[in-house]
């Protein structure tokens, strides 16, 4: 019999709607609870209540707690797999924050839900199913932390909400799924060729996240620069361009070693040193500004503030993201 542990972080999975306003709100009890029965005879699952809060409350600290909870979890050979619940706005952020701290060769699944649990086409179940039953398979193992939504199952490198209120939001641009559940029968066709490791206790730098747009000048890269920052992602045009207005601001960070980490806001494809003129990738790449091609924004700062507790050279940083 396979062994689930089922951690709870809170989230849309586990709230009601308001039958008076139509608000949704956090229920007094996790309606998820009462539907163990759905798991079948092959699977014990252990349930546990790590937290109650919606995903935009969600934070580094709650991504560190549920990092200790599951290395706990593996040390002591307590389950076969784990699963977490959590809510969608952020989801992907937690999923890769813990793919790159985690290191444990049991699957890891995260999933939650679009629609709250008391809803018409309520798809938590669904969905908590899924992900108990990839967590139970043998071939999800050593896959790296895994997004199960809609049936379709996602590596947390690249998956991303794509929806606000869809069913099947979770994607993975360029890329696609991994994997897919079928009539309760997991199926992996795609892997990950690498995966990256970086052990660490807390987060204790800052990196703002900033997204370029036509027109762009100086002033907001200025502002950040006077937080004093540890470092910066910015979500650029294109294949990684910025208009010129902001180089001189740019400029301070790379003269204070501050790190620049340089993704596209655009929604498939890569960031690439392809264009060479002013404020062009080339250009931008040979001032000392780091790509991280494939990630998005969010994701790029988690990896850069796990960067930055263990290395402050710019050519380690820039090997690890590219």
């Given at each position: 019999?396979?062994?689930?542990?089922?951690?709870?972080?809170?989230?849309?999975?586990?709230?009601?709607?308001?039958?008076?306003?139509?608000?949704?709100?956090?229920?007094?009890?996790?309606?998820?609870?009462?539907?163990?029965?759905?798991?079948?005879e092959a699977v014990h699952v252990k349930a546990e209540d790590l937290f109650q809060l919606p995903s935009p409350h969600i934070t580094l600290k709650e991504m560190t707690a549920m990092k200790e909870r599951i290395e706990r979890a593996?040390?002591?050979?307590?389950?076969?797999?784990?699963?977490?619940?959590?809510?969608?706005?952020?989801?992907?952020?937690?999923?890769?924050?813990?793919?790159?701290?985690?290191?444990?060769?049991?699957?890891?699944?995260?999933?939650?839900?679009?629609?709250?649990?008391?809803?018409?086409?309520?798809?938590?179940?669904?969905?908590?199913?899924?992900?108990?039953?990839?967590?139970?398979?043998?071939?999800?193992?050593?896959?790296?932390?895994?997004?199960?939504?809609?049936?379709?199952?996602?590596?947390?490198?690249?998956?991303?909400?794509?929806?606000?209120?869809?069913?099947?939001?979770?994607?993975?641009?360029?890329?696609?799924?991994?994997?897919?559940?079928?009539?309760?029968?997991?199926?992996?066709?795609?892997?990950?060729?690498?995966?990256?490791?970086?052990?660490?206790?807390?987060?204790?730098?800052?990196?703002?996240?900033?997204?370029?747009?036509?027109?762009?000048?100086?002033?907001?890269?200025?502002?950040?620069?006077?937080?004093?920052?540890?470092?910066?992602?910015?979500?650029?045009?294109?294949?990684?361009?910025?208009?010129?207005?902001?180089?001189?601001?740019?400029?301070?960070?790379?003269?204070?070693?501050?790190?620049?980490?340089?993704?596209?806001?655009?929604?498939?494809?890569?960031?690439?040193?392809?264009?060479?003129?002013?404020?062009?990738?080339?250009?931008?790449?040979?001032?000392?500004?780091?790509?991280?091609?494939?990630?998005?924004?969010?994701?790029?700062?988690?990896?850069?503030?796990?960067?930055?507790?263990?290395?402050?050279?710019?050519?380690?940083?820039?090997?690890?993201?590219?």
């Amino acid at each position: 019999m396979k062994r689930i542990l089922l951690l709870h972080t809170g989230g849309t999975i586990s709230m009601s709607t308001d039958q008076t306003t139509g608000d949704v709100r956090p229920s007094s009890e996790n309606p998820l609870h009462h539907y163990r029965h759905l798991f079948g005879e092959a699977v014990h699952v252990k349930a546990e209540d790590l937290f109650q809060l919606p995903s935009p409350h969600i934070t580094l600290k709650e991504m560190t707690a549920m990092k200790e909870r599951i290395e706990r979890a593996v040390e002591a050979d307590e389950a076969d797999g784990i699963v977490l619940t959590h809510g969608t706005d952020t989801l992907e952020e937690t999923a890769y924050f813990l793919d790159l701290t985690l290191h444990a060769s049991i699957p890891v699944v995260l999933t939650g839900a679009m629609r709250p649990a008391d809803s018409i086409g309520a798809d938590g179940l669904l969905n908590l199913q899924a992900a108990v039953w990839t967590a139970m398979s043998e071939e999800a193992a050593d896959k790296g932390v895994l997004v199960v939504m809609n049936e379709e199952i996602h590596a947390a490198r690249h998956v991303t909400k794509t929806h606000t209120t869809n069913v099947a939001t979770f994607r993975t641009p360029t890329f696609g799924p991994i994997g897919i559940l079928a009539k309760n029968h997991v199926h992996f066709f795609q892997k990950l060729v690498e995966r990256e490791h970086f052990p660490v206790d807390t987060i204790r730098h800052t990196v703002p996240l900033l997204k370029a747009y036509a027109g762009m000048e100086s002033q907001l890269l200025e502002a950040v620069f006077q937080m004093k920052p540890d470092g910066l992602v910015i979500e650029a045009l294109g294949a990684g361009n910025l208009p010129p207005a902001v180089l001189p601001s740019l400029k301070k960070f790379l003269e204070n070693d501050l790190p620049v980490v340089l993704v596209s806001r655009a929604f498939n494809g890569i960031a690439q040193d392809i264009y060479d003129y002013e404020g062009g990738g080339r250009q931008l790449k040979q001032a000392g500004v780091i790509f991280a091609p494939g990630l998005s924004g969010p994701k790029a700062r988690i990896k850069l503030l796990i960067l930055l507790e263990q290395t402050k050279d710019p050519k380690e940083m820039a090997n690890c993201f590219e």
